[in-house]
Structures are given as structure tokens and as C-alpha cells.
């Protein structure tokens, strides 16, 4: 029996039990909807977490007291570490040999910029660093200059401005040269930078850089703080985590044979923890649609029973003029096939819909995960063929005289 037939006949099937069909349809697209939803969203999460990891550079080392991705709470031993000081960026930094671009990363507080009549909200991130910084985080100046050495010797006040605060501050000014105003005190602009974004509605252009020897002198230096050291190339990562490693130990005074009090990731190392969990969420949402499918596909088997019994009639007339088993059993599976690809297909359109809002909530590009669509496809041709089998083997089995005085 030729495609198009079977297919116009399983419409028409659908078509002639309206209820029932839609309730079996609803059931495939949850079941489709709840896997599609989840993937795609995960794969939105994971492309802009990759996006974001090439924006920060592949050559940069994070070191931190806590792990810089954590799943639950944290252990006593990891809370009850020491903390990593300025002192101990400033020893790191004397005694490196391989690793290049060691600069401090602390967030002093949020404050409220001024410049003449113009201000901005009190949410503005003061960040205190060196000159390495702007390297480190693939910031790049717009107009003016980094800070020098002696910015940083002698703790000046100059400041360097993220682009959100140009823009609310400096309208109708060139920013470079000018006195902006927080916590009580005067500083002078010595650079803008260029935009660079946000992720997950957080900006990382809101703050303001200054020097870290500033800030101790205006907000205090007794607290912990990340570090962040270049290698020289990609290929001496491992040296450099390894010199790192090392110099740490002995400054915090770790014994031999005693776990490290501290941590050090890189871009690798983050994405192998963000994998796992990425993997996490797509095994979920495949349990939960496996479940829901499979209940679906009870539900196109008993659709397809019923189906069976309501046209035994059909059947009988339909082998009594010449069809072979083989032709019901052809007919039967189609209509199977058919419910579970609609199902499928409205599950995969309202899937990937709602599942890239998470794309438009952290303003990132749509993804439309291909591998995931093409075996939503499969999968409902398995489900149909399973699911379809027994009804239409059932139907090719009908006696054609019994069935022709079935009322």
C-alpha cells in the first residue's frame, strides 16, 4: 500500500475520533516537550558558558579558597581555610619564574559615582587590581592608559571606568582627566573601557577599576581575595598550575602528604565541571521524557486497540476484496506513526520555543540543538513502531468472515 494512502487514511482516523486523538496527542508532545524543553536549554546554558570562557582567556589561572563552581554546600575543611591575602598575591608574584600577569581580583563593595550633577544608581562594583587586570579579563581600553607601576607603589587615586558608568556619568564629556566622587573621596579617570557584556543579567561593565593599594587604604585589606596569573603560553599551562601549586604550599605552610588549602582552576578545568553538570541536567530531562513517553506510548497502543475493534467491519471488507496481512499490518502501523510524528513535531516546536527564553533572559543567541530535534524524530518512530506493533499484527490476524458480521 502506497505512503501517501496509509497517511491520508491515518488522518482521517485521527479526524473521525477527535477527542481521543487529541488526548493521545497531548500526552506525546508533554513527553516530547519536557526532553526538548530541558536540552535546549541546557545547550543555551552551555554554549553561553563556553562563549564566556573564550571571552576570559584560555591562558589565565584562577586561584581561590573556595572552588570557583560549587554543587552543595562546602565542607568544614574548605570553610575553615585560611584566607588568601594581598601578601600572599604579593610573595606568589616575587617568587614566579614561569608564571607572567599575576594581578589581584576583589570586589571592595558597591558604591554610588558621581561627576558634577550626574550620578549613578548605588550598585556600582568597586574592584581593586594592578595592571595586569585588564589582560587578565580580556578587557580592552577604549581612550586613555592602564595603570602604572607607580599607580600601584604609591596606592594613587585614578581610576579606570567600565562602560556603564560612562555612559550614565559622561554624556557629554570626554571622561579622561575628569574627578569623579565615592565613598567621600575625589579620583581621577585615567582610561574607559571598552563594552564587554553581561551574563545572566549581571553586567561586567558596572564597576570601577582602581588600584588595589587605593582600595586597602580606603576600604581595608584584612579579607580574602582571588588571584589570577598568565601563563606564558597555552602549552606551559600545566607548568605554570604546577610552579603555582607549589610556591602556595609552602607560603601557606600546607605539610607534605596534606591536601592543598586552596584552589586553582583554569578554563579546562571549569569546563570539566560544567560538563558534569551539563550532563546532569540532560540525563534528568531524558528520564523525565522517557517516563512520560513511555506513557504516552501505552496510551497510542490502547487508541490503536480501540481503533482496531471500532473497524473490524472495514478490515473484514478491506481482506474479502484482496488485501494481504501484510497491507493491514502497513495500514495499522502508519496511523501509529503518524499520531506519535505530529505528537513529536508540536512537542519539539513548543520545546525549543520556551526552552530558548533562557536565551533571551541572558541575552544570548537561540540554539536549536539539531542532535536532540533529529532524535526527538527517531524516537517517535520507535514509539509508533513499538507501541503499533501488536494492534496492527491484531488486525492482520482478524478472520475476514467474522469480521463482516461484526456490528
Known amino acids: 500500500m502506497r505512503v501517501k494512502e496509509t497517511t491520508i487514511q491515518a488522518y482521517d482516523s485521527l479526524k473521525a475520533n477527535k477527542l481521543?486523538?487529541?488526548?493521545?496527542?497531548?500526552?506525546?508532545?508533554?513527553?516530547?516537550?519536557s526532553v526538548i524543553v530541558s536540552t535546549t536549554?541546557?545547550?543555551?546554558?552551555?554554549?553561553?558558558?563556553?562563549?564566556?570562557m573564550s571571552i576570559m582567556g584560555t591562558d589565565?589561572?584562577?586561584?581561590?579558597?573556595?572552588?570557583?563552581?560549587?554543587?552543595?554546600?562546602?565542607?568544614?575543611?574548605?570553610?575553615?581555610?585560611?584566607?588568601?591575602?594581598?601578601?600572599?598575591?604579593?610573595e606568589l608574584e616575587?617568587?614566579?619564574?614561569?608564571?607572567?600577569?599575576?594581578?589581584?581580583?576583589?570586589?571592595?563593595?558597591?558604591?554610588?559615582?558621581?561627576?558634577e550633577e550626574e550620578e549613578t544608581e548605588p550598585n556600582v562594583r568597586i574592584t581593586g587590581s594592578?595592571?595586569?587586570?585588564?589582560?587578565?579579563?580580556?578587557?580592552?581600553?577604549?581612550?586613555?592608559?592602564?595603570?602604572?607601576?607607580?599607580?600601584?607603589?604609591?596606592?594613587?587615586?585614578?581610576?579606570?571606568?567600565?562602560k556603564d558608568v560612562q555612559n550614565v556619568l559622561f554624556k557629554n564629556q570626554y571622561p579622561i582627566g575628569k574627578q569623579i566622587r565615592f565613598s567621600g573621596k575625589p579620583y581621577?579617570?585615567?582610561?574607559?573601557?571598552?563594552?564587554?557584556?553581561?551574563?545572566?543579567?549581571?553586567?561586567?561593565?558596572?564597576?570601577v577599576l582602581m588600584p588595589y593599594t587605593t582600595a586597602i587604604n580606603v576600604y581595608g585589606g584584612n579579607r580574602n581575595i582571588n588571584i589570577q596569573v598568565r601563563a606564558p603560553e597555552i602549552d606551559f599551562i600545566n607548568e605554570t598550575v604546577d610552579e603555582i601549586t607549589g610556591i602556595l604550599r609552602v607560603i601557606r605552610k600546607v605539610n607534605p602528604?596534606?591536601?592543598?588549602?586552596?584552589?586553582?582552576?583554569?578554563?579546562e578545568t571549569l569546563s570539566g565541571t560544567f560538563d558534569t553538570f551539563t550532563?546532569?541536567?540532560?540525563?534528568?530531562?531524558?528520564?523525565?521524557?522517557?517516563?512520560?513517553?513511555?506513557?504516552?506510548?501505552?496510551?497510542?497502543?490502547?487508541?490503536?486497540?480501540?481503533?482496531?475493534?471500532?473497524?473490524?467491519?472495514?478490515?473484514?471488507?478491506?481482506?474479502?476484496?484482496?488485501?494481504?496481512?501484510?497491507?493491514i499490518v502497513s495500514q495499522f502501523l502508519m496511523e501509529a506513526v503518524f499520531i506519535c510524528q505530529i505528537g513529536g513535531i508540536i512537542g519539539m516546536i513548543l520545546g525549543i520555543g520556551v526552552g530558548n527564553l533562557m536565551a533571551v533572559w541572558i541575552e544570548t543567541e537561540a540554539v536549536v540543538p539539531v542532535w536532540s530535534v533529529a532524535g526527538g524524530f527517531l524516537g517517535m518512530l520507535i514509539i509508533g513502531l513499538v507501541f503499533g506493533v501488536y494492534p496492527a499484527y491484531k488486525a492482520s490476524k482478524l478472520d475476514p468472515i467474522e469480521s463482516l458480521r461484526y456490528e
Open 20 to 33: 481521543r486523538s487529541f488526548l493521545t496527542l497531548l500526552a506525546l508532545v508533554i513527553g516530547v516537550f
Open 41 to 52: 536549554a541546557v545547550a543555551v546554558l552551555d554554549n553561553y558558558f563556553k562563549n564566556t
Open 60 to 90: 589565565v589561572i584562577n586561584v581561590s579558597k573556595t572552588p570557583s563552581v560549587q554543587m552543595g554546600s562546602l565542607s568544614d575543611d574548605i570553610r575553615n581555610r585560611k584566607d588568601i591575602d594581598f601578601t600572599t598575591a604579593e
Open 94 to 115: 616575587d617568587q614566579m619564574r614561569i608564571g607572567r600577569g599575576m594581578s589581584p581580583d576583589e570586589t571592595f563593595g558597591v558604591a554610588k559615582i558621581s561627576f
Open 130 to 162: 594592578n595592571e595586569n587586570y585588564l589582560n587578565n579579563n580580556s578587557y580592552e581600553l577604549e581612550d586613555g592608559r592602564n595603570f602604572t607601576g607607580d599607580d600601584i607603589q604609591y596606592g594613587r587615586n585614578v581610576v579606570i571606568l567600565g
Open 188 to 207: 581621577t579617570v585615567v582610561g574607559i573601557l571598552e563594552p564587554k557584556g553581561q551574563i545572566f543579567g549581571q553586567s561586567f561593565d558596572n564597576f
Open 257 to 267: 602528604g596534606e591536601n592543598n588549602d586552596f584552589e586553582i582552576a583554569t578554563n
Open 279 to 327: 550532563a546532569a541536567l540532560y540525563i534528568g530531562g531524558f528520564a523525565i521524557g522517557f517516563i512520560t513517553l513511555l506513557g504516552a506510548g501505552i496510551g497510542v497502543m490502547n487508541i490503536m486497540l480501540v481503533s482496531v475493534s471500532e473497524r473490524t467491519r472495514e478490515i473484514g471488507i478491506r481482506k474479502a476484496v484482496g488485501a494481504t496481512r501484510k497491507a
